[in-house]
């Protein structure tokens, strides 16, 4: 008698151990792993949105987070751009011309915002978003971006590779803290800021074409300065 309840307290231990043993295997299992892939998700593929000659401008925001790219006419020296894919909001016009033709097709999708010269670029994207070098260069200027008197945010001026004569401004983000001038960027790598709220100073044009207040970044491109020698 004295053996068999022996048997018995080894088997019940034994039948326990096994139990929570399997229980710790499953939830361990569950759990799931974090790993770098998370991080490179928030970058935006490669893709040229606009080109000025030879430079080429690259999307500065992730698919995931895009809402909407419109072009406008900046009045502060930018140049004219050169948008790539196509119109959503082209006349009737274009329309019949690209049917019977061809052309005016393609991605991006983007909208024109006013009329004039497509001088500047609005990137849309919600407050927050990871904002990426639009070019490869170096940092030459980071300063205040200022509306109504109020700093929202910063200017980042980018002098790229390829076109060292002219200077890409990238505003309307909160910039990196890591970034300062000099510092050597990667188009669609490196990491400029984030997208800032501007909803409740100024009346943003992409938010005829997206579901939120039309947020963005914005990047123009203009005649770097000459410095004076003497």
Do not use: C
């Not at 971006?145 to 200017?155: D, L, P, Q």
Request: proline residues 6%; charged residues 15%; neutral net charge.
């Amino acid at each position: 008698m004295a053996l068999l309840v022996l048997l018995s307290a080894v088997f019940l231990v034994a039948l326990g151990l096994t139990a929570f043993g399997g229980r710790t295997v499953q939830t361990a299992a569950i759990i799931p792993q974090r790993n770098l892939a998370t991080v490179a998700q928030t970058r935006p593929t490669p893709l040229i949105v606009a080109q000025r000659g030879a430079l080429n401008i690259q999307m500065p925001i992730s698919k995931a987070r895009l809402t909407a790219i419109g072009y406008h006419s900046a009045h502060d020296g930018a140049l004219s751009l050169k948008p790539l894919g196509h119109q959503a909001n082209e006349g009737v016009v274009q329309r019949v011309i690209h049917g019977i033709f061809g052309g005016g097709g393609g991605s991006p999708k983007w909208y024109e915002l006013s009329g004039g010269a497509k001088s500047a670029i609005d990137v849309g994207a919600p407050v927050g978003s990871d904002v990426y070098s639009p070019v490869d260069g170096d940092v030459v200027a980071i300063r205040p971006f200022v509306v109504e008197g109020k700093t929202y945010g910063a200017e980042i001026d980018i002098q790229p590779q390829t076109a060292p004569s002219l200077v890409v401004a990238v505003t309307q983000l909160v910039a990196d803290p890591a970034l300062t001038v000099g510092t050597a960027v990667v188009s669609g790598a490196t990491k400029l800021g984030r997208v800032v709220d501007l909803a409740a100073v100024e009346h943003q044009a992409l938010a005829r074409f997206t579901n939120d207040a039309g947020n963005h970044v914005t990047i123009e491109v203009r005649t770097a300065p000459v410095l004076a020698t003497g």
